[in-house]
Nanobody
């Protein structure tokens, strides 16, 4: 079973920085596009919020709410996904999840959680 594992979450002061990591096993076929989503406190019944996505060849997409502050990147040799988060705000407080998909991004599909699977277990970020 494919298993994604996030790390790097924690408590940080407003304006501070954190870097999240997500290790993922390489699929035996195809290639992965990856993404970060988040779920804020008290919103468990709602759809996870898109944060950022990156295709296998490195095309990146960021939500408007994090543009200029967060940066998604990946190391395909180490099968690791990153999210560099700077200038953190209280509204960034959430559980952050990484996810993968073997579907190609098209027409903004990268922001839809429905196209992703599997998912990691999440890492808590509090600012």
């Amino acid at each position: 079973q494919v298993r994604l594992v996030e790390s790097g979450g924690g408590l940080v002061q407003t304006g501070g920085s954190l870097t999240l990591s997500c290790t993922y096993p390489k699929r035996p076929y195809g290639s992965d596009s990856m993404a970060w989503f988040r779920q804020a406190p008290g919103k468990d019944g709602e759809e996870r919020e898109f944060v950022a996505a990156i295709s296998y060849i490195g095309n990146t997409y960021h939500a408007d709410s994090v543009k200029g502050r967060f940066t998604i990147s990946r190391n395909n040799f180490q099968n690791t996904l990153f999210l560099q988060m700077n200038s953190l705000k209280p509204e960034d407080t959430a559980v952050y999840y990484c996810a993968s998909t073997d579907r190609a991004f098209s027409a903004g599909s990268y922001s839809r959680p429905q196209i992703y699977g599997p998912w990691g277990q999440g890492t808590q970020v509090e600012a």
